[in-house]
């Protein structure tokens, strides 16, 4: 634009510094005038000139600048994306290796199934004999008393004594024959337990490598954006990504850390799962040193902002997402100004979009909804997408970050880090604050962390209602 106004202003001081030569009736005017153009023109039209070579020369510069970044940013794309085809295809190797190894085991293991049934099948088929030779045996020894009384001879019965012993003597051998095939079968049993043992870890392996995938060559792990490539799930994960990071703890990953999951109805992102012995919750808030500005945009607190190895927030689409499956239990623990530590617990409910994801809280130990300072169900709300109907108009001013804010109550879990309790009351809203009527006295908050669970899962923290420590 400005070199355009230059353009014109040029062409106009030139238009009147040289104007075209009159007719032959004026030449008397003609010749009174000077031939040359005003001083004042050419000072004008030299200083325009230079303003366009100035303009120029800063629009080459900049352009210059623009095309070297874009370089530097290509290269550093080529570098990253060789690795990452590199150690894609190292993993692909050993998954290959491992399945090999998988269809081994279980032709082993199918192999020793037919010959446990096998000798099942035997040992049955012995033990009914043994029931027939016992019973001919006690049979023969009636006949034999009954003989013994009257017609046979001592040599006779001397006979009859030493068949007898034989007899016994065979049941003697089948007995320890019985308890050799029992002693067999047990071995074949147990074998059978370690191959299916070796088989779940090896799965679990192959879990652990694939779900590692997304995160082993992250650096600094952002909190925003999904997972686009989806080839993690190509079986080898048996019913596919985990829906919560309560799957993660079932399919038998006992590390906290990064881990892709892929809720219902949602594409697969990365949340940052707190794993114990007990079970595992997903992380979708932390605050720990003011490091990160909370006071962001809708857009941004909808996709989620920050870094998992610090500060971060995991965006209201994806904990909508998450919340989705069964009922969800909400966990807030915070450490206020003078170290103290407290924690609460609630049954979340959360809407969707077209609701500004309103949220429903209730005691765990109770049925009765909790409310939220005068609502049950508040919308979420931030500087540049305020909920007129939950608020004062001065909240907006008062407060900063974005919250489930609600006829200005005193709690804000997003608002401005700060290290000692604001005297104001302005001040305390616009940071970290919670207030008594929510089970707590009054304070402004060091460092805070919300997790969320599924109460179909083993609860990771002990009682289901925190009180404060």
Request: glycine residues 6%; aromatic residues 8%.
């Amino acid at each position: 634009m400005k070199l355009t106004l230059l353009l014109v202003f040029v062409a106009a001081a030139v238009a009147h510094g040289f104007p075209a030569s009159s007719s032959s009736s004026d030449g008397k005017q003609s010749e009174s005038r000077s031939p040359f153009a005003p001083l004042d023109d050419v000072r004008l039209l030299a200083s325009g000139l230079l303003q366009l070579g100035h303009s120029l020369k800063d629009f080459v510069q900049k352009t210059k600048g623009q095309i070297n970044d874009i370089f530097q940013k290509l290269n550093v794309f080529d570098s990253s994306f060789y690795q990452l085809a590199t150690l894609a295809s190292e993993i692909k190797e050993e998954e290959e290796q491992l399945k090999q190894t998988t269809v081994v085991l279980k032709a082993n293991n199918e192999e020793i199934k037919t010959l446990s049934h096998e000798i099942s099948t035997k040992v049955e088929d012995i033990i009914q004999e043994r029931g027939k030779l016992r019973s001919q045996m006690d049979v023969l020894e009636e006949k034999m008393s009954g003989l013994s009384q009257g017609l046979l001879s001592s040599d006779q019965l001397t006979e009859i004594s030493a068949l007898k012993e034989v007899i016994h003597t065979q049941e003697r051998s089948i007995t320890d024959l019985l308890n050799a095939v029992r002693e067999q079968s047990e071995q074949l049993n147990l074998q059978r337990t370690q191959i299916k043992s070796l088989e779940k870890k090896i799965s679990d392996s192959s879990f652990q490598e694939t779900s590692l995938r997304w995160v082993w060559n992250i650096e600094n792990p952002s909190v925003s954006g999904y997972l686009t490539d989806n080839s993690t799930n190509d079986g080898s994960l048996g019913d596919g990504l985990p829906m919560h990071c309560g799957d993660v703890y079932a399919k038998g990953l006992r590390k906290s850390g990064l881990y892709p999951i892929q809720p219902a109805q949602s594409q697969p992102f990365i949340v940052y799962c707190d794993i114990t012995t007990d079970g595992a919750s997903t992380v979708i808030q932390r605050r720990q040193d003011g490091s990160l500005d909370f006071d962001q945009t809708w857009k941004t607190y909808e996709d989620g902002f920050g870094n998992f190895k610090g500060e971060f927030w995991l965006g209201l689409k994806k904990i909508y997402a998450i919340a989705q499956h069964n009922d969800t239990i909400v966990r807030i623990q915070a450490e206020d100004s003078k170290q103290g530590k407290h924690v609460v617990e609630y049954n979340l409910m959360i809407e969707d979009a077209s609701s500004d994801y309103a949220i429903h809280l209730r005691s765990t130990d109770s049925d009765q909804l909790h409310p939220v300072g005068n609502k049950s169900a508040i919308r979420f709300s931030t500087k540049d997408h305020l909920n007129d109907e939950n608020q004062d108009p001065s909240c907006a001013n008062d407060y900063t970050g974005g919250w489930w804010f609600s006829s200005c109550g005193d709690i804000n879990l997003n608002g401005r880090h700060t290290l000692s309790r604001p005297r104001g009351r302005t001040e305390r809203r616009k940071g970290t604050s919670h207030t008594k009527s929510h089970g707590w006295s009054a304070f402004a908050l060091r460092s805070s962390q919300i997790t969320i669970r599924h109460a179909t899962t083993t609860n990771t923290h002990g009682p289901s209602h925190g009180t404060p420590k």
